[in-house]
């Protein structure tokens, strides 16, 4: 059974960084396709960042200023957010699925969530 843990959200000021840890049981994330994503109050949950090896893609809306990264020996993803703003505000999801299946819903494990809250 696949596992995922988030963990590292917090309340920010507007330009502060943050970073979000997602640790992964039942699959390892070696051999997987890992993203974030998030969700606002009142809005549909949105794509983040995905990593499939050292492959990786962004939204436009964060490229620039966040890195997602793997550490193998941890089975954990990680997203490190700079220049925060506070429309990044929003709960963040960690998913895992088979290499190249997170486009599909039907394929895909989700954390609990993490909330990050980003102060003007």
């Known amino acids: 059974q696949v596992q995922l843990v988030e963990s590292g959200g917090g309340l920010v000021q507007a330009g502060d960084s943050l970073r979000l840890s997602c640790a992964a049981s039942g699959r390892s994330v070696s051999t997987s396709t890992m993203a974030w994503f998030r969700q606002a109050p009142g809005e549909e949950r949105e794509f983040v960042a995905r990593i499939s090896g050292l492959s990786t893609v962004y939204a436009d809306s964060v490229k620039g200023r966040f890195t997602i990264s793997l550490d193998n020996a941890k089975n954990t993803v990680f997203l490190h957010m700079s220049s925060l703003k506070p429309d990044d505000t929003a709960v963040y999801y960690c998913?895992?699925?088979?290499?190249?299946?997170?486009?599909?819903?039907?394929?895909?494990?989700w954390g609990q969530g993490t909330q990050v809250t980003v102060s003007s």
């Open positions: 998913a895992a699925a088979p290499l190249g299946r997170m486009s599909q819903a039907a394929d895909r494990h």
